[in-house]
């Protein structure tokens, strides 16, 4: 069964930190590109970060570069995707979303692109008080 499943996220005061995870299982994820998404309330969902398949290349929303660090882990068969969350600010409130790419490698002109990803996580919540 192919899933992606999301967690790690909570409630924590602005200036905090947080650790999500994606676990990717019952495909070959070490060789798909991955990347997380956020929606707010009344918003559009949103690029946040993306990793190239083999980790060699990230690439940050403005918003969130220098305190967001996305890493992924492929040495096993359930691939694990992270993104190390810093100095959190309310305005991070969102729901979390992973997504995977089967269709090629990422680069700068398709990592942003929600329709770019093919696969999805079920999302989780976020939220930073201020």
């Known amino acids: 069964q192919v899933q992606l499943v999301d967690s790690g996220g909570g409630l924590v005061q602005a200036g905090g930190s947080l650790r999500l995870s994606c676990a990717a299982s019952?495909?070959?994820?070490?060789?798909?590109?991955m990347g997380w998404f956020r929606q707010a309330p009344g918003k559009e969902r949103e690029f946040v970060t993306a990793?190239?398949?083999?980790?060699?290349?990230?690439?940050?929303a403005d918003s969130v570069k220098g305190r967001f660090t996305i890493s992924r882990d492929n040495a096993k068969n359930t691939v694990y995707l992270y993104l190390q969350m810093n100095s959190l600010k309310p305005e991070d409130t969102a729901v979390y979303y992973c997504a995977a790419r089967a269709s090629g490698d990422i680069d700068y002109s398709t990592y942003s692109y929600q329709n770019e990803y093919d696969l999805w996580g079920q999302g989780t919540q976020v939220t930073v008080s201020s």
């Open positions: 019952g495909r070959t994820f070490r060789t798909y590109a």
């Open positions: 990793i190239t398949w083999s980790g060699g290349r990230t690439y940050y």
